[in-house]
Antibody, heavy 117, light 108 residues
Framework: QVHLVESGGGLVKPGGSLRLSCAAS????????MSWIRQAPGKGLECLSY????????YYADSVKGRFTISRDNSENSLYLQMSSLRAEDTAVYYC??????????WGQGSLVTVSS | SYVLTQIPSVSVAPGQTATITCGKN??????VHWYQQKPGQAPVLVVN???DRPSGIPERFSGSNSGNTATLTISRVEAGDEADYYC???????????FGGGTKLTVL
């Protein structure tokens, strides 16, 4: 079955950078769009970015455009999110999710990112 | 502006029917998808494309979409259904993906 495991979260200072990874298994990774979604403490869900199966098409939410970069390595079945210029409001659990047609059909368990001095 | 509007909380007794709505004024005929999120867990897709149920989701969960409102209906509610529920749409033309603010379902 589909298995998504995020890693790379942790505590970072404002203005700092962090790279999240998502290891995928149980499906043909190279055939699917993938995405990053976050949830601030006690808040709702926010789709940050998605990337097409080839990596050619990418979407970013306005809240992270210019600061975050999504990428993938189909040979490694991995998805990445490079985050820079981090702010306190970026503190959240970050989920990797498979983006199928128009919805997210499988999610990882999430990785907590805390931005604090 | 593009907003999906959900009532913050809904309460229902076990065995009754829970109705959770999603106001999608600016999204017209866009398909709506629903997720269930239990405390400390990742969201789970429970309804996609307005009314389809993914494999493993009980038939008690159903969805509909008409006019400006989409609805998730949970029949014969159980204690285990207590969770936050989020609606979501994707507007491919504007490349906008949006979640509603979520509805907390409390089973009395």
């Amino acid at each position: 079955q589909v298995h998504l495991v995020e890693s790379g979260g942790g505590l970072v200072k404002p203005g700092g950078s962090l790279r999240l990874s998502c290891a995928a298994s149980g499906f043909t990774f190279s055939s699917y769009f993938m995405s990053w979604i976050r949830q601030a403490p006690g808040k709702g869900l926010e789709c940050l970015s998605y990337i097409s199966s080839s990596g050619r098409d990418i979407y970013y939410a306005d809240s992270v455009k210019g600061r975050f970069t999504i990428s993938r390595d189909n040979s490694e079945n991995s998805l990445y999110l490079q985050m820079s210029s981090l702010r306190a409001e970026d503190t959240a659990v970050y989920y990797c999710a498979r983006f199928r047609a128009a919805y997210f059909d499988s999610w990882g368990q999430g990785s907590l990112v805390t931005v604090s001095s | 502006s593009y907003v999906l509007t959900q009532i913050p909380s809904v309460s229902v007794a076990p065995g009754q029917t829970a109705t959770i709505t999603c106001g999608k004024n600016n999204f017209g005929s866009k398909l709506v998808h629903w997720y269930q999120q239990k405390p400390g867990q990742a969201p789970v897709l429970v309804v996609n494309d307005d009314s389809d149920r993914p494999s493993g989701i009980p038939e008690r969960f159903s969805g509909s979409n008409s006019g400006n409102t989409a609805t998730l209906t949970i029949s014969r509610v159980e204690a285990g259904d207590e969770a936050d529920y989020y609606c979501q749409v994707w507007d491919s033309r504007s490349d906008l993906i949006l979640f509603g603010g979520g509805t907390k379902l409390t089973v009395l």
